[in-house]
């Protein structure tokens, strides 16, 4: 037990280098992520899941990487399903942060000098873009949520969410009516989506930033 | 052999029930598309690898939907992968024609009368989201391209060709400039993804059109 416990306190430590602090979850969580343990499989998890898709990826792979034994992994998480719901909710309270603070009124105010093109808005999809494992992890539950109607009512919950916070952006920021700010926040989490779709094929190109910047302009024409 | 031929015919009838023209594919096709036994084959397996997704559909599955042995459906398609790559390049195809079509300049001209919403661009996204096995098999090959270099290539191959079409159209429409229109027209094919990943979700309800309405209004300022 005490030499799996210093192992896996040493991938744990790998594992946290460079990770933001943790995020709350859409839904409420299945365990505490602010244990470390629990943190370090949660990312290690949205890893492996985005890397090798949901259906072939093991719970014993996901403790080989953290160097846990299975039975580990299986303490915190009692099934393979509960490890991909809560994969899930994480990977949504990431999604769900970026737009809060894209579109929280106060980034421009706080950062008048900083580049307009990086702030807010217009910021979105850079920031997005740079959160690898939650962009391929998307792509992964669109095709899951076919044939998992409990991740597919999850995904529609945080979509509604994520579309009233930007739908909230363009009534302040443009005084658009309701109708007209939900079809266009509808637009830009599409517009969000395709682009994750193209950057898992394009990365390295600056091709989606630049469809980003179009959709950018025309939305402030 | 005369027994699972005559099976063979009747569920290759009933599959061909609705169907278009077989379209061509944007790659050379490995097989006749033209031969019926291959098109029921290529349909079905669509249809089986868009709801149960790539990994776990085998061919033995798509030839009991058609009533034909494993052994007939090995006979056009040596391996899965020779399979799965067809099906890419006939859904690529398929979308290319509606892609086509849409920004096709004779469209307008020969329906004068026609509903302004279902012609032409603006009615890009309803004939998309009316092609429903192509729809759902996209999801399905975003997420096998993410694992398969051949795939992610065919994919790039098949943007590339749809982003000139699109790119053609605003050039020609709108006096732009390659470069924007290079930037519009990836826009426009993400929207058209970004949607379909809804459309997945919310069938029946009329947000994606209102979105996908809300890009056009904001494209034709």
């Known amino acids: 037990m005490m030499s799996t416990a210093t192992a896996s306190n040493e991938a744990l430590e790998h594992s946290r280098t460079d990770s933001e602090p943790v995020p709350s979850g859409v839904f409420p ?16 998890a949205a890893e492996c899941f985005s890397r090798g898709g949901f259906s072939t990826t093991t719970l014993a792979d996901i403790g080989r990487e953290l160097g846990l034994r299975k039975s580990i992994v299986h303490y915190y998480f ?20 970026v737009i809060r603070s894209a579109v929280s009124p106060t980034v421009d105010d706080l ?4 580049n307009c093109y990086d702030a807010g808005f217009r910021g979105l999809w850079a920031r997005l873009r740079d959160e690898k494992s939650v962009r391929g992890l998307n792509l992964e ?8 109607a409990e991740l597919a009512e999850r995904a529609e919950s945080f979509e509604s969410e ?6 909230e952006h ?7 009516s309701g109708d ?15 682009l994750t779709v193209r950057e898992e094929r394009d990365q390295g190109t600056e091709r989606s930033s630049r469809a980003y910047e179009a959709f950018c302009k025309l939305v402030s024409k």
Do not use: C, H
């Open 29 to 44: 969580q299945a365990v505490n992520w602010n244990n470390p343990r629990v943190a370090a499989i949660l990312e290690t």
């Open 78 to 97: 009692t099934s393979k399903a509960t490890l991909v719901r809560e994969v899930q909710n994480f990977a949504y309270g990431r999604y769900l942060e």
């Open 111 to 114: 950062n008048p000098d900083s």
């Open 141 to 148: 539950l669109w095709s899951e949520a076919r044939r998992n």
């Open 162 to 167: 994520a579309r009233r916070l930007i739908g």
């Open 170 to 176: 363009f009534i302040a920021e443009k005084g658009m």
């Open 180 to 194: 007209e700010a939900q079809a266009l926040a509808t637009l830009t989490l599409a517009v969000l989506d395709g």
